[in-house]
């Protein structure tokens, strides 16, 4: 049983269309879903995703993120707002969306996690300065250093800086300096969940002077440090410090 307020709000856009929403438990279940949801796994009805996980339907390198995603919002309780990430459907297809992300409690109900996606219209042709967004993003998404600059991301946009800067401020709220700051972050947060390298390698990886840079921006955005995060998402006793 949800708590009321949430039902509230499932209820509220239950049919609408370009907008998803999901309910899940502090165990990774989907305890709700809208209809847009449900087509998007290319599902029937509701009963088909409720009780399941994202590994039932996600590849598992997204899988993994979202489990991440959730594992630091219920360790540390910080919304994730308006945040880029792709989502597939049930044919593999993989589409930008934002995503906004909250631990939300209700007096006598457990926390629930509620998220809400909405596709992001990212141009890819035209004379529009967004059209070519898309390829600083793809260019973001493909960088495993983390040396890529904000005029990198400018010449694949083919756009000038302060062009680049209002087409992503536009799109998805950030500037590119901040966006390229959570890619590297949300590449750092995968290596660590997904691998053994030590956080010094992940660091190097991602394109931190050290260690030490990388836990300060780390703890900044996620609430934990590199080794409570990875302790987290893998079910082990996190340490205190």
Not at 96 to 104: M, N, V, Y
Not at 115 to 120: D, F, K, M, N, P
Not at 151 to 172: F, K, P, S
Request: hydrophobic letters at 40%; charged letters at 25%.
């Amino acid at each position: 049983m949800l708590p009321p307020s949430t039902q509230l709000l499932v209820d509220l856009f239950e049919a609408t269309p370009h907008v998803m929403i999901f309910v899940k438990d502090q165990h990774g279940h989907y305890l709700a879903v809208n209809d847009m949801f449900v087509r998007r796994m290319q599902r029937q009805r509701q009963s088909d995703v409720v009780g399941y996980c994202a590994d039932d339907f996600f590849p598992p390198d997204l899988a993994i993120a979202y489990r991440a995603q959730d594992q630091s919002l219920l360790r540390t309780g910080l919304p994730v707002r308006n945040q880029l990430e792709i989502i597939t459907d049930a044919h593999g297809r993989r589409e930008w969306f934002l995503t906004t992300r909250l631990l939300h409690h209700d007096k006598g109900f457990d926390p629930v996690i509620v998220a809400v996606s909405t596709q992001a219209h990212i141009a890819v042709r035209g004379h529009d300065p967004g059209a070519g967004l898309q390829a600083a993003i793809d260019l973001a998404g493909r960088d495993r250093q983390g040396r890529l600059r904000v005029i990198d991301l400018a010449r694949a946009a083919q756009l000038t800086t302060d062009q680049l800067e209002r087409a992503m401020r536009n799109v998805l709220g950030v500037s590119p300096k901040q966006y390229l700051m959570r890619t590297r972050l949300d590449r750092a947060a995968m290596l660590l969940a997904t691998t053994d390298l030590t956080i010094s390698d992940v660091a190097a990886k991602c394109g931190y002077y050290d260690q030490s840079q990388l836990t300060k921006y780390f703890k900044a955005a996620m609430g934990l440090t590199p080794r409570q995060y990875r302790a987290t998402v893998r079910n082990e006793q996190p340490p205190s410090q």
